[in-house]
Nanobody, 117 residues
Framework: QVQLVESGGGVVQSGGSLRLSCQSS????????WDWYRQAPGKQRDLVAT???????SYVESVKGRFTVSTDNAKNTLYLEMNNLKPEDTAVYYC???????????WGQGTLVTVSP
């Protein structure tokens, strides 16, 4: 059973930084495309950043210039570097892979990021 496990969430003051990690386990297949989503209290889950299969990356407008997504293919790990955090970034952040081997639509359990004013 493939698993995505996020870590790195926490409480930080406005303007601070955090680095989230998403470790894949339980599969020998390399993940070629994956995403970070976030869900704020009482709101829907929204896409934040994507690493595409060709290596290109994309971000939602609200995090451009502040967040950086990257991968370590040797470790099958996805990262999200978040700088200049704002209270509106407060959410549970989820790692997602559209496909891992024969598994599709794989989600992590989420990690909570809280940004205080």
């Amino acid at each position: 059973q493939v698993q995505l496990v996020e870590s790195g969430g926490g409480v930080v003051q406005s303007g601070g930084s955090l680095r989230l990690s998403c470790q894949s386990s339980g599969s020998v297949f390399k993940i070629n495309a994956w995403d970070w989503y976030r869900q704020a209290p009482g709101k829907q889950r929204d896409l934040v950043a994507t690493v595409n299969s060709d290596g290109s990356v994309s971000y939602v407008e609200s995090v451009k210039g502040r967040f950086t997504v990257s991968t370590d293919n040797a470790k099958n790990t996805l990262y999200l570097e978040m700088n200049n955090l704002k209270p509106e970034d407060t959410a549970v952040y989820y790692c997602h892979a559209p496909q891992v081997g024969w598994y599709v639509d794989v989600w992590g359990q989420g990690t909570l990021v809280t940004v205080s004013p």
